[in-house]
C-alpha cells in the first residue's frame, strides 16, 4: 500500500467489513492486550467472572465489553474454522475409511478420530477437523456423508 493512504482505498477490505488482520502485538493499544489476558484468565479459571478478570488486569468493564468479541490471539481466530463430526457408522470393514476418504476429498483436514466399541453393530464415532479449505459449506458436507452405505446417524458440530 502506497504510505500515506488508508485502507479504505482497498476494494473489499475496508475497515468494518470483518476483514481480519495480523498485527503485531507490540503496536496495539494497551486495552487490546488487556482483553487477551482477561478473557485467558476467565478460561483458564482463574477469574470467576469477566468483572473479575478485568479488574485483575486494570481494565474497565467497558473497554472489556467494547472489544472482546472483536480481539483474539491467532490460535482462537484458527479455532474458529474447525467443526466436528458425531457419527454412528455400522461397524463393517471399509466405512470409517470411506467417511474419511470423502471428507479428505472435500478439504477436510482432518485433526483428531475417536470411536468407541461397536454396540448392536453399530459404532459411535467423533471427527475434528480443520474446515479452511473445505470445498462445500458444513450443510452440504453433512447431506452427502449421511448418505454414504453404513452412516447410521450423522450431525456436524461447527464453531
Known sequence: MAEGSDMSDMRGTAPGDGTYLLVDSRVLP????KVIKAKQLFAQGRARSFSDATKAVGLSRSAF???KDSVFTWQNVSARHIATLVAELVDEPGVLSELLAAL???????????QNIPVDGVAP????M????????????????SALPGVVNLRMLSN
Do not use: H, M
Open 125 to 128: 464415532i467423533s471427527i475434528s
Open 65 to 67: 465489553y467494547k472489544y
Open 130 to 145: 480443520r474446515t479452511t479449505k473445505l470445498q462445500a459449506d458444513i450443510a452440504s458436507l453433512a447431506d452427502e456423508l
Open 104 to 114: 479428505s476429498r472435500r478439504g477436510a483436514n482432518i485433526l483428531t478420530v475417536n
Open 30 to 33: 494497551p486495552a487490546f492486550l
